[in-house]
């Protein structure tokens, strides 16, 4: 038997792909042909993250453990497993869900388990196993929780402090709605009442503040003077005696504030801190302990394994079962050796799928892949959070990423925080050595940052807004030869940041000497720049703001560097890292919602599209023939020739 030179590279390079997974997830062969050239390929990461969990009773007794699950739907339901056999129960969430999940919960003195999300408040009664009261709400989420001394329920909500409250025992439920205004997008992330009924909350991130809120006037106080806020997150705790206490900042390093009946006294806290305890948090509340002694010492959702711990040390093993359809795809792009790789969020892990053997593998891995590029058979991956520059060779061992560890395969090369903290795009220079990250900044900045990265020698220089384009991000970019870049931006800034700027821009940048030869409002009242291409004709086609394809010629003057303008029929996906135009050999195809789009490089208005049977969310990737996309939490192909 003749085995081609070609065939047994491809069995060894698969065979270190094997290893290097090592042990991972491997899906069966589920690839089925569901029309007019689309395949569905697989649920990348078949199972859901929890949105915290807590460990109490049921009106029988039984120790049970409570959790919101999440998976690319959003928090789809509550889960209830019963602490001694491992029996599942699952509540669908009750109202109509659009990817909201919760970010705050608690477990009342009452033994009712509360969430607020998606603009609805709910209340799950443990002893009827029923959902018992739910309310719509001023938008959107609530980022804390707390309960008073009369049993009052109390959730401030992102983006605009929103503020209700619900009596379980007369079902009175108030809604406040906005009590403060602010032209950013608010966290509050701790919240509590003094023995009086005075609420406080304590919000961030592009400057910090704590309300004072009285529920029987609405009258509401600001705390700290404007000359005092900092950029950061502000902090708030009730104290045993009754009263509230205060920080300008979470990590307790600013101005303390003693908050009692509406009265605010400045520097005053007590030199023993009696904090009253509430079992409430944010999206990663773990309360672990039963009422009769025992503890979970495991809950592994992935494994799908509860481990109880006793008052004697003795642990009892538990399987338990949960639906999920998969989670959110984030990235979809070419990898190493020409398979294709992504990432996914909540939970977050990494797949890999290989045209030849079709067969897709998968494993949890550290942060959230937002966008991907590959340099010299290496997989280069820009991460949220803390802006990190990741890189994953396949022919090496998968080593678990971990901090400052240099043999972790994936390794981290560098950290961009704060100029660059949630990445948009990565871009492969044509050095064959530089790496070119950028990104929005750390919440409740304004401007991002670029990071030029050599990874030959690990060297790299970092940029702030300042040097590109002040109070701007680069949203999207593209090589025009080897030494000049064209940089989209938006003006969307970190999360709970200041909008700053009103238009959007393209800029030229000279790669050598990192000067910017130009800046240019291209598409007048745009705030974001989606996606570049550099098309065969040498000419830039461009979305702007997800809904406008321009086609720009960056090399003539502006006054006529705009060759086409109009709009897109059909919806543009939203990714954190754009990639809505998809390169062939010969063609520029564009990933809308509900299909694929073939540019017509001489009638710009003709764009041909091929309605998905399932709606694109992310991608895309070209190989071989064939565009590979995301929708939801599955992967599919398109074939295009």
């Known amino acids: 038997m003749n085995i081609s030179s070609g065939k047994i590279q491809r069995i060894v390079i698969y065979f270190f792909i094997l290893v290097c997974f090592?042990?991972?997830?491997?899906?069966?062969?589920?690839?089925?042909?569901?029309?007019?050239?689309?395949?569905?390929?697989g649920v990348a990461a078949p199972i859901s993250t929890n949105r915290g969990y807590v460990a109490t009773v049921d009106g029988q007794g039984n120790n049970v453990v409570l959790s919101w699950l999440n998976d690319y739907r959003g928090g789809y339901e509550l889960l209830k497993i019963d602490a001694t056999t491992g029996k599942t129960e699952e509540y669908p969430t009750p109202f109509s869900l659009e990817e909201g999940r919760p970010f705050a919960s608690i477990l009342s003195s009452r033994n009712k388990y509360y969430v607020h999300f998606e603009s609805h408040f709910v209340e799950f009664d443990i002893n009827k196993n029923e959902f018992s009261f739910v309310c719509k709400t001023t938008p959107k989420t609530a980022m804390s929780m707390t309960e008073d001394d009369n049993g009052v329920i109390w959730s401030?909500?992102?983006?605009?402090?929103?503020?209700?409250?619900?009596?379980?025992?007369?079902?009175?439920?108030?809604?406040?709605?906005?009590?403060?205004?602010?032209?950013?997008?608010?966290?509050?992330?701790?919240?509590?009442?003094?023995?009086?009924?005075?609420?406080?909350?304590a919000i961030g991130k592009a400057a910090c503040q704590i309300i004072a809120f009285n529920p029987e006037t609405t009258q509401t106080i600001p705390v700290i003077p404007e000359f005092e806020r900092e950029r950061g997150m502000a902090y708030v705790y009730r104290d045993r005696n009754g009263k509230v206490y205060g920080n300008t900042l979470e990590d307790k390093s600013g101005h303390w504030y003693e908050l009692y009946n509406g009265e605010i006294l400045k520097d005053e806290y007590p030199s023993v801190v009696r904090e009253k305890k509430y079992i409430a948090g944010r999206q990663g509340l773990n309360y672990k302990h039963f009422p009769d002694g025992k503890r979970i010492s495991e809950l592994d959702f992935e494994k799908r394994r509860l481990n109880i711990k006793d008052d004697l040390g003795a642990v009892r093993e538990l399987d338990f079962r949960y639906e999920s359809q998969g989670a959110?795809?984030?990235?979809?792009?070419?990898?190493?050796?020409?398979?294709?790789?992504?990432?996914?969020?909540?939970?977050?892990?990494?797949?890999?799928?290989?045209?030849?053997?079709?067969?897709?593998?998968?494993?949890?891995?550290?942060?959230?892949?937002?966008?991907?590029?590959?340099?010299?058979?290496?997989?280069?991956?820009?991460?949220?959070?803390?802006?990190?520059?990741?890189?994953?060779?396949?022919?090496k061992e998968w080593n678990p990423t971990k901090q400052n560890q240099l043999d972790g395969n994936p390794f981290i090369d560098h950290e961009c925080s704060p100029d660059i903290y949630r990445p948009y795009r990565l871009l492969v220079?044509?050095?064959?050595?530089?790496?070119?990250?950028?990104?929005?900044?750390?919440?409740?900045?304004?401007?991002?940052?670029?990071?030029?990265?050599?990874?030959?020698?690990?060297?790299?220089?970092?940029?702030d807004h300042r040097q590109i384009v002040p109070n701007h991000s680069t949203r999207s970019l593209v090589s025009l030869d080897k030494n000049m870049i064209l940089g989209g931006t938006t003006i969307t800034p970190g999360t709970g940041g200041v909008t700053k700027a009103e238009n959007a821009v393209l800029y030229l940048m000279d790669f050598s000497t990192k000067e910017i030869l130009w800046r240019r409002n291209v598409i007048s009242g745009s705030e974001d720049y989606s996606d570049l291409c550099l098309a065969q004709n040498g000419l830039v086609y461009g979305i702007a703001d997800r809904s406008i394809f321009f086609v720009y010629n960056p090399f003539a003057a502006e006054s006529n560097a705009l060759i086409f303008k109009g709009k897109i029929g059909m919806p543009i996906p939203y990714q954190q890292g754009q990639r809505i135009f998809v390169k062939s050999p010969d063609d520029v195809y564009m990933l809308c919602k509900n299909g694929i789009g073939k540019i017509d490089s001489q009638n710009y208005k003709n764009i041909e599209f091929k309605t998905s049977p399932e709606p694109i969310t992310a991608g895309g990737a070209y190989f071989k023939g064939r565009i590979y996309f995301a929708g939801g939490a599955s992967l599919y192909s398109y074939v295009v020739e």
């Not at 090592?22 to 390929?41: E, M, Q, R």
């Not at 209700?164 to 602010?182: H, I, K, L, M, W």
């Not at 220079?429 to 030029?452: E, V, W």
């Open 156 to 201: 401030a909500t992102y983006p605009d402090s929103g503020l209700v409250s619900y009596n379980p025992t007369t079902q009175e439920f108030r809604d406040f709605g906005s009590v403060y205004y602010a032209n950013w997008k608010q966290y509050p992330r701790y919240i509590a009442a003094d023995d009086k009924g005075w609420i406080y909350f």
């Open 429 to 463: 220079h044509a050095d064959g050595k530089t790496i070119i990250m950028a990104g929005s900044p750390d919440y409740g900045y304004t401007g991002g940052g670029l990071l030029f990265w050599n990874s030959d020698s690990g060297t790299f220089q970092q940029l």
């Open 328 to 395: 959110y795809i984030m990235s979809v792009g070419l990898g190493p050796k020409g398979t294709i790789c992504g990432g996914t969020t909540h939970p977050k892990y990494f797949f890999n799928y290989d045209p030849e053997t079709k067969q897709l593998t998968s494993r949890s891995c550290q942060g959230q892949w937002n966008t991907l590029a590959v340099q010299k058979d290496k997989l280069f991956i820009g991460s949220y959070i803390k802006g990190q520059l990741m890189e994953w060779d396949p022919l």
């Open 22 to 41: 090592y042990p991972f997830t491997l899906h069966a062969n589920v690839a089925k042909d569901i029309g007019s050239g689309f395949h569905f390929l």
